[in-house]
Every structure is written in C-alpha cells, then in structure tokens.
C-alpha cells in the first residue's frame, strides 16, 4: 500500500492549476446514461472514483473511454444492462447516482447500496421518496435497491432537507419523465447547476439549479452532447489555497470560478491571509502572524464542509482558540486523533472542535480516515516540523489528481513509498 513521505517546514510559492470538478464529473457521468447518442466530456479529473464509475458504467452495457488525460467519450447502452457488482459500488457514494438515469431511460434499475468514505449517515431515504413520488416501485432485495416503473410521471417534490445527491438524482431522472417536475428545498452547490447544464446541453428542459427550487419539463428522449467542460474543483482549489496559507506561502491558483471558493476566501481573509482575485485566478499569500477564527459548514453557499477538516490542520498551529462547527456531517471529525499525533491540541465536543492553536506540529506517522481527512493530514505535514508519513493515501488518490506533482511543483518536499 503506498504512502506519502513529506518533509514539512517550507512555504509553498508558485502556481498551480486546478482540475476539474470530482463531484461534478460523477454526476454528469452518470447523466450521460440518459443520451441515446454518444456524449464526449472535457476537463475529468483522472482520480480513482473517476475510474471506478466508468468501470460501473461499462459494466451496465456504455462503452466508456480515455480520449486523452482529461477528455472521456460515453456510448450509452442501448438496454439495459446487468447489476452492478458490489466490490465496485462499494468503493464510492456516487454509485447511487446510476438509479435515476437507468431508471428513467429503461423502467428498471437494481444497484448494491453505495460505500464511500465513512464521513456520517448519509441515507437514501430522499432519493426513495421521490422516486416513489414520480410513480416508481422501490424495494431493497440483497442489499440492492431495485426501482420500476411503467413511466415516471412529473410531479411536485419536497426534499426534507437539501440533499446534495437526492438533488442530481431526482433532476436526472426527472428529464425523461412524462410532463413537468418541481423539486424544492434542493441542494445549491455549483456541482448541481453545472449538472443541470450539462442535461440541458443533451435537449433536457431544466431550469432554476443553483436556486433551491428546480423546473424540469420531461422530454421523450435525450440525444448526445459533441463536447462538454465541466467546472473546476472548488474543494481542490480550496485545499491549495488553505496550503498557501498554512505554510505561509504565496501560490496563485490558475482556473477557478471565483464566486465558488467566496465562503473559503472570506474566512482565510479574516484569518489575516492575503487574496488576490483575477478573472479566472487566485492568489493567496501569508506573510504574517494568522488570528484564530471560528468556522460553521452549511449547504452551500455556506461554508463546505469538505473543506473543514483542512482549515482545522491550519488553525491547529494559529494562536488563539478556533472554534468549528460541524453541521452536515457528524463523523468529519475522525482526522483529530491523527492532528493530535502531530502535536495539534484539539477537544471535540458534540459537533463542535474546539482547536487551542499550538507553537508547531511536529512530523509521525499517521493515516487517513477519509478523503479531506487524507487532505487535511498533507496539508499539517507541509506545516509539520520533520518528516510525517501518511498512510491509507487511497483516500486521497480518490478526489485529489496528481496532489504531489502539484505539490512538489511548488516548493514541496515529498516521496512516495
């Protein structure tokens, strides 16, 4: 199993560019389930959970493939194809997504229930009931969720809370369905709207994602898309810029949308950090004393919670005490005991991590319980005094590409082993 050796201590300083969004690029995967001629997507980050749902993708009968390293071509099935097997579903939560797309085009679906990191419950109660709403029979056989359905049938949903996935979900399999669907209370992340343009470039009807009220009129069928960009990674972005930061660094992040990365710049600002924002880049630059700040993760446009576990490793070495509240995920906090390892002084309470920022962190061994937990961990090696090893780097190698390459390019001492 591999590792990752890093030798903290030096600010990071220089450029990087941002790949493509992990979030976004599954969905819209999936999404191309949906067409009935052949899709082509740009800019898909080459990371693990990307290879492991294209594997899923030509298992159930698309013919999905590299063009070049950041370029995937998608021949939909012409039927339906079997159940995916579990070893592969297991491996990511967005496996779920391949319900509503299947689904809606064939009147049937079977899926083992997704895996993924084990972040908090995260239920499919949501996507259930508005599948059930449309018209469809849901059941749970094997540890499969099995769907029919004669037709879906547009109709009025409520999500009990904004779900993220049930959001894609219901919006995907709402394209194909018969009249007109409205979900409300749904999820507003970037990820969703760059979803909805991606159906809308195949001939769907859907307006209002990024809102949290969302129109779908359903149409009879979906043809291809000749090319397709998705969004760059907030959440990559993000890690780079609380690097910078924490390292007391100055690096300039090339193509990012800037309005996406508002919730992280506004706080690192108010921890003392410099931002510069360009049309498509930003810069930030930590040349001073960092204050101590008290964080909140909400749905966005709040604070992401993928970003919490990053932000903590900085403040761990910020004077002053930090508070963080988690409200989404009630596992995030899974990455303390291993920053207590390095020397952070971090008491949880409930949800909230009370963070006492210490002198330094100092380098050990220590593992990933997660994937912003994995990131969060590199991020306090880079700060670390010595030599820190980072184990189950699996978790990283799921949402982060080429992370030491980048790294290194910057400044970064760092091996693998």
């Known amino acids: 199993m591999q590792k990752l050796v890093i030798t903290g201590g030096k600010p990071l300083i220089g450029k990087v560019k941002i790949s493509g969004a992990k979030n976004a690029a599954l969905a819209i995967l999936c999404a191309a389930l949906l067409a009935e001629e052949e899709v082509t997507i740009d800019n898909i980050p080459d990371i693990n959970d990307v290879r492991v749902m294209l594997e899923l993708i030509n298992f159930v009968g698309a013919d999905a493939k590299w063009l070049d390293k950041d370029t995937v071509r998608i021949k939909p099935p012409v039927a339906k194809g079997p159940t995916p097997p579990y070893r592969l579903s297991k491996k990511l939560r967005a496996s779920n997504l391949m319900l509503g797309p299947i689904l809606a085009r064939f009147g049937e679906a079977e899926i083992p229930l997704p895996g993924g990191c084990n972040i908090g419950i995260r239920p499919m109660d949501l996507h259930f009931k508005g599948f059930v709403e449309m018209g469809a029979v849901v059941s749970m056989e094997k540890g499969c969720v099995r769907a029919t359905c004669k037709k879906l049938v547009g109709t009025r949903i409520y999500l009990d809370?904004?779900?993220?996935?049930?959001?894609?979900?219901?919006?995907?399999?709402?394209?194909?369905?018969?009249?007109?669907?409205?979900?409300?209370?749904?999820?507003?992340?970037?990820?969703?709207?760059?979803?909805?343009?991606?159906?809308?470039?195949?001939?769907?009807?859907?307006?209002?994602?990024?809102?949290?009220?969302?129109?779908?009129?359903?149409?009879?069928?979906?043809?291809?898309c000749q090319r397709y960009s998705v969004i760059p990674d907030r959440i990559e972005a993000g890690t780079f810029m609380v690097a910078a930061a924490a390292t007391r660094g100055d690096v300039e992040l090339e193509n990012v949308i800037l309005r996406h990365l508002e919730p992280l710049r506004a706080k690192l600002q108010e921890a003392g950090a410099e931002v510069i924002e360009y049309e498509d880049n930003i810069r930030v630059i930590a040349s001073g004393e960092l204050k101590s700040i008290d964080i909140k993760t909400l749905p966005y446009p709040g604070f992401p919670t993928d970003m919490q576990s990053q932000m903590m490793a900085m403040l761990a070495t910020i004077p002053g005490t930090s508070l963080i509240t988690e409200n989404i995920f009630e596992n995030r906090y899974q990455v303390v005991d291993e920053l207590k390892r390095m020397g952070a002084k971090i008491k949880v309470e409930g949800r909230i991590a009370i963070i006492q920022g210490t002198e330094c962190l100092h380098g050990t061994q220590v593992k990933a319980t997660d994937l912003r937990a994995g990131a969060a961990l590199v991020v306090a090696a880079l700060m670390a005094k010595g030599t820190t090893e980072i184990s189950n780097t699996e978790y990283i190698y799921r949402g982060y590409h080429e992370l030491e390459k980048k790294l290194v390019s910057l400044g970064a001492q760092i091996i693998t082993k």
């Open 161 to 224: 809370f904004p779900s993220v996935g049930a959001t894609e979900n219901l919006m995907i399999a709402a394209c194909l369905a018969t009249g007109k669907t409205l979900l409300e209370n749904v999820a507003k992340e970037p990820e969703i709207v760059d979803l909805a343009n991606f159906l809308n470039c195949m001939g769907a009807k859907v307006r209002g994602a990024g809102t949290d009220v969302i129109h779908i009129e359903g149409v009879s069928r979906l043809g291809g």
